[in-house]
């Protein structure tokens, strides 16, 4: 087993590493101040091939592996949580999930635009009554001719005001219940009826805005509906899902890292009772909680986005219980070294003068979308039990 990068990651690292200094850091906390989709570092990452990071250069795509797109949305994070978001909605619940779960003509006609960051999309399956309950959908799609009729109200849409297209999850079959009769669509956000709200006012990634969507009569082509593995919509929405926190994990690994790099650095420079910090038992037990917290979330993204790429091949070669793994613990472990940040900065990590203020309220967010860490542990149970009931 070799925990080392190899030679295509390390430069997916190093190029990355060299972006996020150029042009991110230096307008971090002016792009979160502002609370503006950042349109030009969209499009400067989209010229770096990271839209479509996983996807095949055959569709648009940078032809990479999931550790490489693990890295890139670490690194991203770590100076921009707003862009990391926004990067791996589009890589990860949109891009992949039409890779796997869409037909040859669908990844042909969508993949290319979506991949090179030429449109950007967005995915929409949480309701006002279907957040951790995402099977109890109420958004119906009724077929009428060639087209599919959208109706309903979708809640909580990372940049469902900017996107170009969208991934829909959609009623299309009561009788075979909340679950059984749900299907998933591809839909033009510029189609008449598709009804983005101003966005939310929240406590952190600012510039990834966050809509309801409300459709009205939204018609859509059925040659859209992405037929999946025998048409079961649910079963496509949670295999996406699988893929997004593979994103949002290393989001949350990315959001730590900078926590913990900020206080080591004044923890090095604050001086109290006569020297650094930095010499304090109690300072030091906390950074080395937090790198060790943090190296072993690296450990659990980097086996989920393995098992990933081993699943990319056949769909239903699920990777359930290692993404959400590796999702709750690095969502909860950046959030604990965020506070412990705040913590070693005292009453200046309170004030926006220092950055861990913000990547305080950046991480919160981690523990949250993509499956709260309540549901996730539901999820890893019931995998673990299942397992060892067929063992």
Not at 65 to 90: F, P, Q, R
Not at 91 to 107: A, D, F, H, M
Not at 155 to 182: C, H, L, P, Q, R
Not at 278 to 286: K, N, R, T
Request: net charge neutral; proline share 3%; glycine share 10%.
């Amino acid at each position: 087993m070799d925990f080392e990068l190899n030679d295509d990651q390390k430069a997916m690292q190093q190029m990355v590493r060299a972006f996020v200094q150029k042009d991110i850091a230096p307008r971090a906390r002016e792009i979160d101040a502002s609370h503006k989709f950042p349109r030009d570092l969209v499009k400067k990452a989209a010229e770096l091939g990271l839209c479509g990071v996983t996807i095949p250069e055959e569709y648009g795509g940078s032809g990479m592996d999931s550790v490489s797109y693990a890295i890139a949305i670490a690194e991203i994070s770590g100076a921009c949580a707003s862009l990391g978001t926004i990067l791996s909605v589009n890589n990860s619940l949109v891009c992949e999930g039409i890779k796997r779960y869409g037909n040859e003509e669908q990844r042909a006609k969508f993949l290319p635009d979506l991949a090179s960051g030429r449109k950007i999309g967005c995915y929409c399956l949480s309701e006002p009554e279907a957040g951790s309950d995402s099977g109890n959908q109420t958004t119906t799609a009724d077929l009428d001719g060639a087209d599919y009729v959208l109706n309903g109200t979708k809640n909580f849409i990372t940049t469902g005001s900017e996107a170009d297209m969208a991934v829909v999850m959609a009623v299309t079959d009561k009788a075979k219940g909340k679950k059984g009769g749900i299907s998933s669509f591809i839909v033009d956000t510029g189609t008449k009826g598709f009804e983005p709200s101003p966005p939310e006012h929240k406590m952190g990634i600012h510039c990834s805005p966050t809509v309801q969507i409300h459709f009205d009569n939204c018609r859509v082509p059925a040659a859209n509906k992405l037929p999946g593995l025998g048409g079961d919509g649910f079963k496509i929405a949670l295999g996406i899902l699988d893929c997004g926190r593979v994103g949002i994990a290393a989001q949350a690994l990315g959001i730590g890292r900078a926590a913990l790099a900020a206080s080591v650095r004044y923890a090095g420079e604050r001086r109290q009772f006569g020297k650094a910090i930095a010499e304090f038992q109690s300072i030091q037990w906390m950074i080395a909680d937090m790198a060790t917290e943090l190296d072993a979330a690296e450990l659990l993204i980097f086996r989920a986005s393995l098992a990933k790429d081993r699943s990319s091949a056949d769909p239903k070669l699920r990777f359930t219980r290692e993404a959400s793994m590796a999702k709750l613990y690095a969502s909860e472990a950046a959030n604990r070294a965020a506070r412990k940040a705040v913590q070693i900065h005292g009453g200046y990590g309170y004030t926006k003068d220092y950055e861990v203020e913000r990547h305080f309220r950046d991480a919160r967010i981690t523990e949250i979308y993509e499956g709260t860490s309540e549901i996730q542990r539901l999820v890893i149970a019931m995998n673990v039990m299942n397992q060892m009931k067929g063992a």
